[in-house]
């Protein structure tokens, strides 16, 4: 799976900052015809975006583009559009179901055979962002087209009424449910937006947080949270040097009989050997062991 510590939006029918954002090395490009793009430019949306995928090389980036939600009357023209020039995903915002999954990848399956492409070879990603895509979210995960998950926090608050806050207790649940489900089929779990996009130290907080709760990335909006965020979702040199020595001692106390030990103070099993592989998972992934 491509690794997606940090996915980008832009609006879609914005010409220059999709030209910008294949310049910043992040690790996926999210052309928006959605809610970043104004209600009468989604022509526009469509069009600028099939001519970014024809004519720019996005390097190592991953090229995704984010449809209408499934019943806006807008995803049949949005997905039509884009898929003849082969993006690398879809992402489908506020899904509340299988189904909405299933439309779309009936059509990414009949695009795929049409052009001779490999089956399954265009991803998809939804966006949980309402009070049902949190209550579906077991059939919603299970469908196997699937590559992550995406917590969409500001339209979950609009959807339930609820006021945002710095610290987040409001959208814990829905936060932690999106991380248990992805965990559950084996999926990415990509966290909330941070939309004061200026202030760096509230976007460190909250890259940490959706890290430590279990998220392999988070969504962002602006150049400036590239950088943050991807070291974010990152394991750090001491994490790795610390993961290495678990799961070497562990090793060598297996072969010896013993399956709890010590190591620095901490009691350390089975359990504590799994998170460690976890996190070199991780670091492999961004290509740091
Ligand atoms: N992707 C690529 N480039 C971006 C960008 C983005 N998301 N956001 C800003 N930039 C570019 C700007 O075009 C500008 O480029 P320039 O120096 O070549 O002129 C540079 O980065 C600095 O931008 P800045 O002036 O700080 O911000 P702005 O006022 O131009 O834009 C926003 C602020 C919020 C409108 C903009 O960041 C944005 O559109 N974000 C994405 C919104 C979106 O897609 N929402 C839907 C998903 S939640
Ligand atoms: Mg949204």
């Known amino acids: 799976m491509h690794p997606r510590r940090a996915l980008l939006y832009m609006p879609g029918d914005d010409w220059n900052k999709i030209n910008k954002a294949i310049t ?6 999210c052309m928006d015809m959605e809610d970043g793009t104004a209600l009468n430019r989604k022509v526009e949306a469509r069009e600028t975006i099939a001519k970014a ?8 980036s991953e090229k995704l583009a984010r449809i209408n939600a499934v019943g806006s009357g807008l995803e049949k023209d949005d997905i039509e559009t884009v898929l003849p020039c082969h993006p690398d995903g879809v992402v489908i915002p506020k899904v509340e179901s299988f189904d909405q999954i299933q439309w779309a990848s009936e059509i990414i399956e009949t695009a795929e055979l049409a052009n001779g492409w490999d089956v399954n070879s265009i991803r998809v990603l939804v966006g949980i962002e309402t009070a049902r895509g949190i209550i579906n979210l077991k059939e919603i ?11 969409g926090a500001e339209d979950f608050a609009a959807n339930i009424g609820a006021t ?6 409001e959208v814990l649940h829905a936060r932690s449910s999106v991380v248990l489900h992805a965990a559950a089929y084996s999926l990415q779990a990509i966290d909330m937006v941070t939309i004061d996009f200026r202030d760096t130290i509230n976007l460190k907080i909250e890259a940490a947080q959706g890290a430590a709760l279990g998220y392999s990335g988070k969504q962002i909006i602006h150049p400036a949270q590239v950088q943050p ?9 001491d994490v790795i040097d610390y993961a290495k020595r678990v799961v070497e001692t562990f090793e060598a ?3 010896e009989g ?3 030990y010590e190591l620095d103070g901490k009691m350390i099993d089975m359990p504590l050997l799994k998170n460690a592989q976890k996190v070199l998972d991780r670091a492999r992934a961004a290509g740091k062991v």
């Open 141 to 151: 995960a299970s469908h196997p087209r699937l590559d992550g998950l995406i917590f």
């Open 24 to 29: 910043l090395h992040v690790d996926s490009i």
């Open 229 to 237: 965020v991807q070291e974010a979702f990152t394991p750090s040199d």
């Open 258 to 260: 013993a399956g709890a």
């Open 53 to 60: 995928l024809q004519e720019l090389k996005f390097g190592k």
């Open 253 to 255: 106390h297996q072969a």
């Open 164 to 169: 945002r806050s710095r610290a987040g207790w």
